[in-house]
Every structure is written in structure tokens, then in C-alpha cells.
């Protein structure tokens, strides 16, 4: 599975941006794909989760704001983030795990990451 990531870019405190993941190869019936970030000197976090059978997982620091889907007929994963704060600023990346990931808390496949810069 290849992930491609697009959609980051600059922002103004209070704005919005749509990231995207476009997700490549056989994709397993059971499956968590999510959305992270990873801000400069600070290790990777998970902002959002979604499963195979739609429960969505948030980070208190993002519930309300952002909002994850999939278009499961474009094979894309999608992150909506609305009043964006200077403190969301970050290179964000979308994961991929399969069933055998999930069992043996493997890492996934990533996308390549995108920038996302909040500021005024």
C-alpha cells in the first residue's frame, strides 16, 4: 500500500485547509487509517483515526475542529480542519495499518507528509 499526501499549505489562525491521502494497492477489509502530525523537536502524534467500519478516533486537541472521512470510490483519506491555532503547525502525515499491523502493533505504511503552517 502507497500513500500520496497533498493539501497542506499556510493558513491564518481561525482558518481552514483540507488535507488529502491518496491511498494506492490492496487495502485489507480490516483496517485503521489515520492522520498525524509531527511538529518541529517533538515526537508523532495521532490527531485522528478512522477504522474500516467507520469509528472515528479524535485527540482532545483537535475534537471539534477537525473532521476525518474517506471517499472509499476515489480510494482517498481526507482531514478537514477548521479554526486552525499557530499551535496546530506541524508536517502532517496519513498511515495506513492492515489487519496484521493492528495485531502486531506495527507501524503501517505513511505518506510522504505535508506542511501545514498557521500564523497571521
Known amino acids: 500500500v502507497q500513500l500520496q499526501a497533498s493539501g497542506g499549505g499556510s493558513a491564518q489562525p481561525g482558518g481552514s485547509l483540507t488535507l488529502s491521502c491518496l491511498v494506492s494497492?490492496?487495502?485489507?477489509?480490516?483496517?485503521?487509517m489515520g492522520w498525524y502530525r509531527q511538529a518541529p523537536g517533538k515526537a508523532r502524534e495521532l490527531d485522528a483515526g478512522?477504522?474500516?467500519?467507520?469509528?472515528?478516533y479524535y485527540a482532545d486537541s483537535v475534537k471539534g475542529r477537525f473532521a476525518i472521512g474517506k471517499d472509499k470510490a476515489k480510494n482517498t483519506l481526507y482531514l478537514r480542519m477548521d479554526s486552525l491555532k499557530p499551535e496546530d503547525t506541524a508536517v502532517y502525515f496519513c498511515?495506513?495499518?492492515?489487519?496484521?499491523?493492528?495485531?502486531?502493533?506495527?507501524?503501517?505504511?505513511w505518506g510522504q507528509g505535508t506542511q501545514v503552517t498557521v500564523s497571521s
Open positions: 498511515n495506513y495499518k492492515s489487519a496484521r499491523d493492528i495485531a502486531t502493533k506495527g507501524d503501517g505504511n
Open positions: 494497492g490492496t487495502i485489507d477489509g480490516t483496517n485503521v
Open positions: 478512522l477504522t474500516d467500519d467507520d469509528a472515528r
